[in-house]
């Protein structure tokens, strides 16, 4: 990503796991860091902030691809979750009902926050959202050859690849969002559907990945829906054995990189994925070490391997609508078997014609207009979590609205006014009435914050009648200025703060992260007594902090990191 990025090796954050997840909809999917002994293991990133984007290299050779064909089967790979359509037209009534009673399903969301309905365009159309979900389970034998980390076995699962994958409302595009398994972020009450345990509420974050083991795959997906505000429809969950099954079954994705590459180091941390210079066509555990791969390419971060991953997604995607390999019907058979037996989705998708009918969904958008982003992130300082991720307020935000909104992440939308923030209609109270906190978040840039800038802004409070205000001593990084509020009875209040100080209502966000009125002052007003006025800010596109790649690039090539090339 950006030039500030830090190098590996930083502290540990407590309680993400060692394991690593996969996902397919086309083959295999992406997986977190993998454990010491057969994979990339550890959870540190090293301090500091994240930003910018990274650049990939150039393929140095490419491969002849086969002749388009016919195929009635699209597999398309995400994160952690392997999203499988196949065609059953003809397989028999009986071998139907055989797929069929092997699908695992379970509760779409067990959060206690009902999951709203899409809002319609024009034409009475609305988008679907599934979210992917790459399981590091370990309770099989299978998998725990794969997945190695003895110390890991039969403990709770981690969602370590998680991707949202989303369909326009008009099925001309698709947008997927990747989160870094160790995103920090707050879960809300999750209840298990099977022991019927609740788990209450975090009052403070913990890594996104331990969603899953609190109560299964609806709490991930209540997690999401927490943080982002996007309806999801569905979601598909896929483990170790799945993706190198399925990554078998499809005869190989092409991928580059751009040397020599070996991801093992002195201390036997890496995948083991040993690739020469250029383009080779990988499957089953060479594609499942691909997907795992952090130790060897670019920074060795999980930046970097989600960045692979969407590589592999993109070129699997490529693969399948271009060769002729997926017409053998025993291929397809055992593509399907395979699928199926990894496969865990939610009530809604009840049967194998479902998944189906979602493929033909998927299948009709062209390549040109799939765009792959990372969720933009931030590294903590939070003690305890050095080395974890956050999300980073504007950046990420932009990217959860345009989904929200159906805008594609491509910019070939049509452009939109933006909305005008309606006013509070509970009245405000007197200025001297509010209580506000005021934090300094002026280092939301990367660079050192202005000093005593929440005094100040206080201040300025109070000579405005707000005699309530008081400058908070802990900071609070943010590009942006925002003014927060706690509860729907002081949007008002939080309102008149804002409009005291000339900050935009748009800046005016519902928060349960504060308690009361806080203000955070961000890098975009270091300093002076008026609020500076804002540059109409191009946001037709997702921000180039999310790394978008588009699906018809074939033209990318892994970096490979200094140190693990022979």
């Known amino acids: 990503m950006g030039q500030d990025r830090m190098p590996p090796g930083g502290g540990a954050g407590t309680g993400a796991g060692t394991g690593a997840g996969t996902a397919t909809v086309t083959a295999a999917a992406p997986a977190s860091a993998a454990p010491p002994d057969t994979g990339d293991g550890g959870d540190s990133h090293g301090g500091g902030r994240r930003g910018g984007s990274q650049r990939g290299g150039k393929r140095p050779a490419r491969q002849t691809r086969p002749k388009r064909g016919k195929r009635r089967i699209l597999l398309w790979t995400a994160g952690t979750l392997s999203l499988l359509i196949l065609g059953t037209a003809g397989a028999g009534y009986v071998y139907y009902e055989h797929l069929n009673g092997k699908l695992k399903k379970e509760d779409l969301n067990l959060g206690s926050r009902a999951m709203p309905d899409h809002k319609a365009n024009a034409f009475g159309q609305t988008p679907l959202n599934i979210l992917l979900i790459g399981s590091d389970a370990r309770n099989s034998e299978e998998n725990q050859k794969l997945g190695g980390a003895k110390e890991t076995f039969d403990s709770p699962p981690l969602a370590d690849v998680q991707m949202l994958v989303h369909l326009s409302a008009d099925r001309s595009n698709i947008s997927v969002i990747s989160m870094p398994r160790d995103t920090l972020v707050k879960f809300p009450e999750c209840t298990d559907p099977d022991t019927g345990e609740a788990y209450p509420a975090t009052a403070g974050v913990r890594p996104v990945n331990e969603s899953l083991g609190r109560g299964g795959p609806g709490c991930t997906v209540a997690t999401w829906y927490e943080l982002t505000g996007i309806t999801i429809d569905h979601f598909m969950m896929i483990d170790f054995a799945g993706v190198v099954s399925m990554a078998d079954a499809i005869g190989g994705v092409p991928v580059c990189v751009d040397r020599n590459i070996h991801s093992r180091n002195a201390q036997g941390k890496g995948s083991g994925l040993k690739l020469e210079a250029g383009t080779h066509p990988v499957k089953g555990e060479q594609a499942l070490q691909w997907l795992r791969t952090r130790y060897g390419f670019e920074d060795g971060s999980d930046l970097a391997r989600t960045h692979a991953q969407h590589m592999y997604m993109n070129s699997m995607v490529r693969e399948l609508r271009a060769n002729t390999k997926l ?226 690039d074939d033209t990318e090539c892994m970096e490979v990191q200094e140190g693990f090339t022979w």
């Open 327 to 552: 017409t053998d019907p025993n291929k397809l058979r055992k593509l399907a078997e395979a699928a199926i037996e990894a496969l865990t989705v939610d009530k809604g998708i009840d049967s194998v014609g479902k998944l189906y009918d979602l493929g033909q969904a998927l299948k009709s958008v062209p390549t040109d207009r799939i765009t792959m982003t990372t969720m933009p992130n931030f590294y903590s300082q939070r003690p305890g979590y050095q080395g974890k991720v956050e999300p980073e307020p504007e950046d990420a935000e932009q990217l959860f609205r345009m989904v929200r909104e159906d805008t594609p992440l491509d910019g070939k939308g049509v452009k939109k006014p933006p909305a005008k923030p309606a006013e509070s209609k509970d009245p405000a109270a007197a200025p001297a009435e509010i209580p506000v906190m005021v934090q300094n978040g002026t280092d939301g840039d990367g660079l050192l914050a202005a000093r005593g800038r929440a005094t100040a802004v206080a201040g300025l409070l109070a000579d405005k009648g707000f005699t309530l205000a008081r400058a908070e001593s802990a900071r609070n990084p943010v590009k942006t200025t925002v003014v927060r509020f706690s509860n729907a009875e002081l949007e008002g209040d939080a309102q008149a703060v804002a409009k005291a100080l000339g900050i935009p209502l748009s800046s005016v966000k519902k928060s349960t992260d504060v308690t009361g009125i806080t203000l955070t002052v961000g890098a975009d007003w270091r300093e002076g007594d008026a609020f500076p006025k804002a540059t109409p800010k191009q946001d037709d596109k997702a921000p180039e902090s999310a790394r978008p790649l588009n699906g018809a």
